[in-house]
């Protein structure tokens, strides 16, 4: 009875996976390729990044309001409509944007989790290691670290995280 049973679930299983259709890791562990998606999969993943990025204009404008660019702090930065509306759109655009990206990750297979985690730490251990190098250095050079600065510390982080993930797990 015992083997039956095993029999059953391993058939139930391979039913299943056949039916699961996961998001393919392209490009070295940079991208995942979009066509490999299907149905609710592809909608949810395009509508998180099509709102992730509309949420990064306004969050562009709002820095640029602050002087985190590197420029001053406008005037009316508390006041102006304009920046109060691209405060409120960053809100609201990357609220739906993680909400999308969360039903996106939730059906997908432990493979792209396990991806989607490796580019997380590599991109908080970037901004914090190399963040915190440049900001500890800045006082002896003269230089004082801005957004983008920061932002690009992020991304080298998930850079070397994307080729680790590449060479450990799809190589």
Known sequence: MSSLLDILIAYTNIIF?????????????MWIKISSLKGADKENYIISNACLLIGAIAWGFHLASVGALGGEYAEDATTATEFNIARICV???????????????????????????????GGFLGFVLIGMILSLLSPYFGFKPTF????????????LAAFKFHRKYLS
């Not at 996976?17 to 562990?29: P, R």
């Not at 983008?148 to 850079?159: C, K, Q, T, V």
Request: aromatic letters at 22%; hydrophobic letters at 50%; zero cysteines.
């Open 17 to 29: 996976l056949q039916k699961l259709k996961m998001a393919k890791i392209t490009q070295k562990g």
């Open 91 to 121: 809100v609201i655009f990357w609220g739906i944007g993680i909400y999308f990206y969360s039903k996106f990750l939730a059906t997908q297979d432990e493979l792209l989790k396990k991806y989607h985690s490796y580019l997380a730490v």
């Open 148 to 159: 983008y600065e920061y932002l690009l510390a992020s991304l080298f982080g998930i850079f």
